[in-house]
C-alpha cells in the first residue's frame, strides 16, 4: 500500500487513466475551436464536443440537445438560479432552498435578495433530510424555483428527489438540483426525477477540473435562462465563452465510463462505508453526521466527541482526509451543514469528513479505520475535558 493514503474523494478525484487518454489527442494533434466551421480542425472539434453531449445526456437520461457545458457546477448553480430569476421575474420573485445547500446556492440566493427576491430557506431534520410538507406548505403564488441538492457535499444525505420533482411538477414551478456530488455515484434519471435544471462537474466522478455541465429540460416544461456571461453565442447563446475541447472530451469519457460502472461501483462503495460506520461507531462518544442508509455511498461523516478535527489531521499526516467542504477548508465557524442540522460548535469542529471511490482499496479502508481510530483515542489522553467527562464530572 502506497502512503499518503487519498480519502478525500468529495474534495475532487483523480482523473481516470482512460479519461486522460481520450484527451490527449485534443491539446496538440485535434486542437481545432469547435466553433470554427470552415475547415477541418473546427469539425473535428465539433464532432468530439457532440460525442461528449451525448455521453452526458447517457449517463442522465436527458437529450444530448439538452446539455450545455460550462467550466463546472459554480458556473451552472449560478447560470440557473440567477437565469431563471431573470427570465421569470414577471411570473414571480419567490425561491425556495435549503440551509444546508452548497454555498454556491446559498450566496447566489443572497445576492438576488439584494435585487428584491424572496427566499425561504428550508430547514431539514436531524439527518439532513427536509420534510416535504414543509416544502409544500413553502409554495405561494409567487413561486417560480426550487433549488435542493440531490447528495450533500458533507453529510452525504440524499434528498427526496423524486417527490420534490413531483412536488414541483403539480405546482407548475422549475426544479434545479445541484448533483455535483451524486452524479456518476448514483442513478439519477432527469425523467424519473422531474428535475429540471442539474449542475454537474467532471472532477466530482473522474473527470478534469474546470469543466462541467448544466442540463436544462427542453420540454415538458421547456425552461429558459438567460445568459450569465455576454461576448458569444455558444452553446446556445446561454455561456458565451471557446469550449474547453480537451475538458469536455474528458468529461464526456467520465460520464460513459459511470454508466457501464456505476452498479458495480455503488455496491463496493457502500461496502467501504458501511464496514467504516460500524467501525468507528464501536468508539465511545462518536456521532455520525447524515442518514445512517439514505446517503451517498462513498461518504462517511463522524463527529469525535472531546477531540478536534484540525488535531485530528495533524496527527494522521499519512491519511488525505477533510473537516468538510473544500470550498469553505479556509473558514474557522463551523460547518454550516452540521449547525443546520443541530450539531453543536464543539461537536462540529471535531469532525471528520471521508470519501472514497473508484482507486481506494479495501487495505486503505482498513488503515484509515486503524491509524483515525488510534489518533483519536491519543488526542482524549490529552484531553481535560475527556478525563473529566469519565470521571463524571461535567
Known amino acids: 500500500m502506497k502512503l499518503p493514503v487519498y480519502m ?10 482512460r479519461v486522460a487518454e481520450a484527451m490527449i489527442p485534443y491539446f496538440c494533434e485535434i486542437f481545432g475551436n469547435a466553433s470554427s466551421s470552415n475547415h477541418k480542425f473546427g469539425w473535428e472539434a465539433e464532432e468530439a464536443v457532440s460525442k461528449a453531449r451525448r455521453q452526458v445526456a447517457e449517463l442522465i437520461g436527458a437529450r444530448a440537445s439538452e446539455i450545455i457545458f460550462t467550466s463546472g457546477s459554480t458556473e451552472s448553480n449560478n ?28 450566496e447566489t440566493c443572497e445576492y438576488l435578495e439584494k435585487y428584491g427576491f424572496k427566499v425561504t430557506y428550508l430547514n431539514t431534520d436531524e439527518t439532513g433530510i427536509i420534510n416535504i410538507n414543509e416544502l409544500k406548505d413553502a409554495f405561494t403564488d409567487k413561486t417560480i424555483l426550487v433549488s435542493l441538492m440531490a447528495g450533500n457535499n458533507e453529510i452525504g444525505t440524499l434528498q427526496p428527489i423524486e417527490e420534490i420533482g413531483k412536488l414541483c411538477k403539480e405546482k407548475g414551478v422549475i426544479f434545479h438540483s445541484d448533483a455535483t456530488q451524486s452524479v456518476g455515484k448514483i442513478p439519477l434519471n432527469v425523467d424519473k426525477t422531474g428535475i429540471d435544471l442539474m449542475s454537474i462537474s467532471a472532477h466530482k466522478f473522474y473527470g478534469p477540473k474546470g469543466v462541467g455541465a448544466l442540463y436544462v429540460r427542453s420540454k415538458n416544461p421547456r425552461v429558459k435562462v438567460t445568459k450569465q456571461t455576454h461576448g458569444g453565442s455558444q452553446e446556445k447563446g446561454m455561456r458565451s465563452g471557446t469550449l474547453n475541447v480537451p475538458g469536455i472530451v474528458g468529461l464526456g469519457m467520465a460520464c460513459e465510463i459511470c454508466t457501464m460502472e456505476i452498479e458495480s461501483e455503488m455496491k463496493r462503495q457502500i461496502k467501504f462505508r458501511d464496514k467504516m460506520i460500524n467501525e468507528f461507531l464501536k468508539l465511545e462518544n462518536v456521532h455520525l453526521n447524515g442518514h445512517r442508509t439514505n446517503r451517498l455511498p462513498n461518504n462517511v461523516n463522524l463527529s469525535f466527541a472531546y ?5 485530528i489531521i495533524a496527527g494522521m499526516k499519512d491519511i488525505a482526509v477533510s473537516t468538510g467542504s473544500a470550498c469553505t477548508s479556509a473558514s474557522v465557524s463551523p460547518s454550516h451543514v452540521l449547525t443546520a442540522i443541530g450539531r453543536k ?5 471535531s469532525t471528520i469528513r471521508i470519501s472514497f471511490g473508484r482507486f481506494t482499496t479495501e ?16 488526542i482524549r489522553k490529552d484531553s481535560q475535558i475527556y478525563l473529566m467527562s469519565k470521571e463524571g464530572l461535567i
Open 8 to 17: 478525500d474523494y468529495n474534495a475532487t478525484t483523480p482523473v481516470d487513466p
Open 79 to 106: 447560470i440557473s438560479i440567477k437565469g431563471v430569476a431573470e427570465v421569470y421575474s414577471e411570473k414571480g420573485n419567490h425561491i425556495i432552498t435549503c440551509t444546508t445547500e452548497h454555498k454556491a446556492i446559498l
Open 307 to 311: 477531540t478536534d478535527g484540525d488535531s
Open 345 to 349: 460548535d464543539e461537536l462540529a469542529k
Open 363 to 378: 487495505e486503505e479502508v482498513d488503515y484509515t479505520i486503524k491509524r483515525l481510530s488510534e489518533t483519536v483515542i491519543n
